[in-house]
């Protein structure tokens, strides 16, 4: 019947510009392949961590190594998400996530098999590169699939909800699979979960490809500027100074092209907001203090107090367990009280808590430094969604999701560059260096706590 083929085209071409839905799909099923995918890297960021005296103990390379073996993930992660977004409408969204899963997959298989720390350390850097398709791909994915914005809202809040507790039970995971089996099982059980997300595609609606242009050259230079700088700071020495006058020369270069690019990985004129700069400058201290911090405290436990693999992870619980709901909660506070209210909570809070991680030494009881661990964990996590709403109110609608990369390749950056410095630092000397690093991250966010109270005057709606 007419009628009937009508209704049936209509449904067809629902998502036309989007998406081409196959008879089976279910937006469900693209949820789960989505929020699985983003689950699966986002546990890579914390997993290894736990891990990292097992891998030196048995492929060697010293604290350089161990630190390497995190930034070579977390750098190309940040890095090419710059330009991962663009890519991703321009092969669709389906493509690039299912070559970006199989690719991670693979590079996970080869990280698990490394013979040689520079073997781990170049699977991380292809693991990291994968990563950074598949997180754009994945939420693309999950926006495709719902027409209705309340239910897209859902799912976003779930997908985002995926990743804070894929966070919270690395450590434990890593632990747990650290002991029961050995180190590289933290890379095999990547395997069956990214076949299980590879299966869950197939059912999922093919995306359209969309033109976007695409910054080689600007992205090229990104890559190289924040290697050599992280090579600089973990590297130290005659060679560190070379790679820091390179990493100089690529970030004048980088400015230079950049303002000459139609369509730049990194428009600079987002940056003369200053909402913008607070945003990006308050992201930035909260992933230094976390990711250096479980950085440093993982070695703690285990080199200084003894603590095993296992017992570790389970030590960091108590911090990673409560983010996801003080993600929650200080989302109903910006929507309640504006960002400025739960923004200044978040960072005064994250700072106290690292200056009270400053009475910890060799022998402060496990359990009580978990618990002094807290108040940072739950700083940022409240600093965390007003950043991010400060940053999304402070550029046009049709640059959001440009932003959204701006803002979160910057945290992926200092997240790798807090765990560069703060290794440096303990690795003159643990105790000193650890208070020093501490002291270091508390001190930013002072200086990012009195940048917020002076741009939250502003009116809430540009706070």
Not at 236 to 248: D, K, N, R, S
Request: aromatic share 6%.
């Amino acid at each position: 019947m007419p009628t009937d083929q009508t209704r049936r085209t209509a449904r067809l071409d629902a998502g036309k510009g989007e998406s081409r839905k196959g008879p089976s799909h279910t937006p469900a099923l693209t949820l789960t392949a989505a929020l699985l995918g983003f689950a699966l890297i986002t546990l890579d960021a914390s997993v290894v961590n736990v891990a990292l005296p097992a891998i030196g103990s048995a492929l060697g390379g010293g604290l350089s190594g161990l630190q390497w073996t995190v930034d070579a993930y977390t750098l190309a992660f940040a890095a090419l998400m710059l330009s991962t977004g663009a890519f991703a409408d321009r092969a669709g969204a389906s493509r690039a996530y299912g070559l970006g899963i199989a690719v991670f997959t693979l590079a996970s298989a080869a990280c698990g098999l490394a013979p040689t720390l520079p073997v781990l350390i170049g699977a991380r850097v292809v693991q990291g590169a994968a990563a950074a398709v598949v997180l754009p791909a994945s939420l693309s994915l999950v926006r495709h699939a719902y027409a209705d914005p309340a239910q897209r809202a859902k799912a976003v809040a779930l997908w985002g909800a995926g990743g804070s507790v894929a966070l919270a039970l690395g450590p434990v995971a890593g632990g747990a699979l650290t002991a029961a089996w050995d180190w590289r099982g933290i890379f095999f059980i990547n395997l069956p979960l990214g076949a299980v997300a590879l299966l869950l595609l197939v059912r999922a609606p093919r995306s359209e490809r969309r033109p976007a242009p695409l910054d080689l050259p600007g992205q090229l230079i990104a890559v190289v500027t924040l290697t050599a700088l992280t090579f600089a700071v973990i590297e130290g020495g005659t060679t560190g100074l070379a790679a820091f006058a390179v990493a100089l020369a690529g970030a004048v270069l980088f400015v230079r092209v950049e303002r000459r690019q139609a369509h730049p990985v990194v428009p600079l004129g987002l940056f003369r907001d200053r909402a913008v700069r607070v945003s990006v400058a308050a992201g930035a201290a909260c992933s230094v203090a976390f990711y250096g911090v479980v950085f440093v405290f993982s070695l703690f436990f285990q080199q200084v107090q003894g603590r095993s693999a296992l017992y570790t992870g389970l030590l960091f619980l108590p911090m990673s367990g409560l983010i996801g709901v003080t993600n929650v909660v200080s989302g109903k506070l910006t929507a309640r009280h504006g960002p400025r209210l739960p923004m200044l909570i978040g960072q005064a809070l994250a700072a106290a808590g690292l200056l009270g991680l400053l009475s910890v030494g060799s022998g402060t009881p496990a359990v009580v430094v978990a618990v002094l661990l807290v108040p940072m964990a739950l700083g940022c996590a409240l600093t965390v969604p007003p950043l991010t709403v400060v940053m999304m109110e402070s550029v046009p609608a049709e640059r959001a999701g440009l932003a959204a990369g701006v803002l979160n390749a910057a945290r992926q950056v200092a997240g790798g560059l807090g765990i560069a410095v703060f290794g440096a630092l303990v690795g003159g000397g643990f105790a000193a260096g650890m208070r020093a690093s501490l002291t270091l991250a508390a001190a930013l966010f002072a200086a990012t706590l009195v940048l917020s109270f002076r741009r939250a005057g502003r009116p809430a709606s540009r706070a």
